[in-house]
């Protein structure tokens, strides 16, 4: 790991121990929201070698299916002063991802290009959407927001089917350490009905050194305006819990932001994640579910926004009640007038 790599965390950070991942997480939805993937390219080093490997991960949110591949410790190839990344012939980057997959099980091929980026803002101090904590050294987890939104031109022919993404949206983050948080929960959207807008909250339980500690952090795009509660910058937040639904208020020193998600159950996929020395099962993800929302700036007493994101990604991993049972200091129930569409039947 080197100050470049600090300085920009979307790029390879490299192995910085026995047990190590790096992953990037690009979700891709189509222009008439039919079609809804997420590729997860990366890396994982074990302690045990044999357990190493390179991984191309497959998730068709819609249809409810997933593929993990592995290949080689060879096949993976990045660049250090760009976001770009290769795993055999498929590339990734913040400009595009171009598919060569043909596996038994999955087979992927085309190439889109991405465009008009919303990026997390950052600074020399506070690098990326972890701020500082990114140049803290041994963290058990970290991870990055690539990119709030962006557009997406291209075409992919997935088992068969020919996808028109021209016109879409995407989203684009990262994790890499030893391995994924004890807990956490997740949810984001950028596909809001009456302005560009994209939402990305993540809210874990990470140990370090001989402690733990529980962080957050929540970006809120409203056209050109960037609105961010996180640990670092002193917000609160406030989480409640309803079957695979959450509620959360959170609060900076001038804005309240009102979250509550609507998903099915049946609708959650099962991903595998790092843990111990092999990736395993162990991520349940909805790429189906709808998030309300309401921003406040509480000094005027007035609403600045209120829209309905459609195709909300939705994510639970470990022992969640843990993490939010010690976040919810209040309730944190959202109140019918915040929906701004019909909810959609369960």
Same mark, same amino acid.
């Given at each position: 790991?080197?100050?470049?790599?600090?300085?920009?965390?979307?790029?390879?950070?490299?192995?910085?121990?026995?047990?190590?991942?790096?992953?990037?997480?690009?979700?891709?939805?189509?222009?008439?929201?039919?079609?809804?993937?997420?590729?997860?390219?990366?890396?994982?080093?074990?302690?045990?070698?044999?357990?190493?490997?390179?991984?191309?991960?497959?998730?068709?949110?819609?249809?409810?299916?997933?593929?993990?591949?592995?290949?080689?410790?060879?096949?993976?190839?990045? &660049?250090?002063?760009?976001?770009?990344?290769? %795993?055999?012939?498929?590339?990734?980057?913040?400009?595009?991802?171009?598919?060569?997959?043909?596996?038994?099980?999955?087979?992927?091929?085309?190439?889109?290009?991405?465009?008009?980026?919303?990026?997390?803002?950052?600074?020399?101090?506070?690098?990326?959407?972890?701020?500082?904590?990114?140049?803290?050294?041994?963290?058990?987890?970290? *991870?990055?927001?690539?990119?709030?939104?962006?557009?997406?031109?291209?075409?992919?022919?997935?088992?068969?089917?020919?996808?028109?993404?021209?016109?879409?949206?995407?989203?684009?983050?990262?994790?890499?350490?030893?391995?994924?948080?004890?807990?956490?929960?997740?949810?984001?959207?950028?596909?809001?009905?009456?302005?560009?807008?994209?939402?990305?909250?993540?809210?874990?339980?990470?140990?370090? #050194?001989?402690?733990?500690?529980?962080?957050?952090?929540?970006?809120?795009?409203?056209?050109?305006?960037?609105?961010?509660?996180?640990?670092?910058?002193? *917000?609160?937040?406030?989480?409640?819990?309803?079957?695979?639904? #959450?509620?959360?208020?959170?609060?900076?020193?001038?804005?309240?932001?009102?979250?509550?998600?609507?998903?099915?159950?049946? &609708?959650? %996929?099962? #991903?595998?994640?790092?843990?111990?020395?092999?990736?395993?099962?162990?991520?349940?993800?909805?790429?189906?579910?709808?998030?309300?929302?309401?921003?406040?700036?509480?000094?005027?007493?007035?609403? %600045?926004?209120? &829209?309905?994101?459609?195709?909300?990604?939705?994510?639970?991993?470990?022992?969640?009640?843990?993490?939010?049972?010690?976040?919810?200091?209040?309730?944190?129930?959202?109140?019918?007038?915040?929906?701004?569409?019909?909810?959609?039947?369960?």
């Amino acid at each position: 790991m080197n100050l470049k790599s600090l300085r920009n965390p979307d790029l390879y950070h490299g192995r910085t121990g026995r047990q190590y991942f790096e992953g990037w997480y690009f979700k891709l939805v189509d222009k008439k929201m039919e079609n809804v993937f997420a590729f997860i390219p990366g890396i994982f080093f074990s302690s045990e070698p044999e357990y190493s490997h390179a991984f191309i991960q497959v998730v068709d949110g819609i249809n409810r299916t997933y593929r993990y591949e592995r290949f080689p410790l060879d096949h993976f190839r990045a &660049d250090h002063k760009y976001f770009a990344l290769a %795993i055999g012939e498929n590339r990734f980057g913040r400009e595009g991802l171009t598919l060569d997959l043909n596996r038994p099980r999955v087979a992927a091929s085309g190439e889109l290009h991405f465009k008009e980026h919303l990026d997390w803002p950052d600074s020399f101090l506070s690098p990326g959407s972890m701020g500082f904590y990114n140049y803290i050294p041994r963290m058990q987890c970290y *991870s990055q927001v690539c990119a709030m939104d962006f557009d997406v031109e291209g075409r992919l022919d997935i088992n068969g089917r020919m996808i028109d993404f021209s016109g879409g949206k995407g989203y684009i983050e990262k994790n890499w350490g030893s391995a994924f948080p004890f807990s956490w929960i997740w949810v984001q959207s950028n596909h809001f009905q009456h302005k560009r807008a994209s939402l990305s909250f993540s809210l874990g339980h990470i140990p370090f #050194l001989m402690t733990a500690f529980r962080g957050f952090l929540a970006g809120l795009y409203v056209e050109e305006t960037f609105y961010e509660f996180t640990t670092m910058n002193r *917000s609160k937040v406030q989480v409640e819990q309803k079957g695979t639904d #959450l509620a959360l208020r959170l609060d900076n020193s001038r804005y309240s932001l009102f979250i509550e998600t609507e998903t099915k159950s049946k &609708d959650f %996929i099962l #991903l595998n994640g790092p843990r111990g020395k092999k990736m395993i099962p162990l991520v349940h993800e909805n790429l189906q579910g709808f998030v309300y929302l309401e921003l406040k700036d509480r000094n005027r007493g007035e609403t %600045i926004y209120k &829209d309905t994101g459609r195709c909300a990604g939705v994510e639970y991993g470990g022992r969640q009640m843990a993490v939010i049972d010690n976040f919810a200091e209040a309730p944190a129930r959202a109140q019918k007038d915040y929906r701004t569409a019909p909810s959609p039947s369960i």
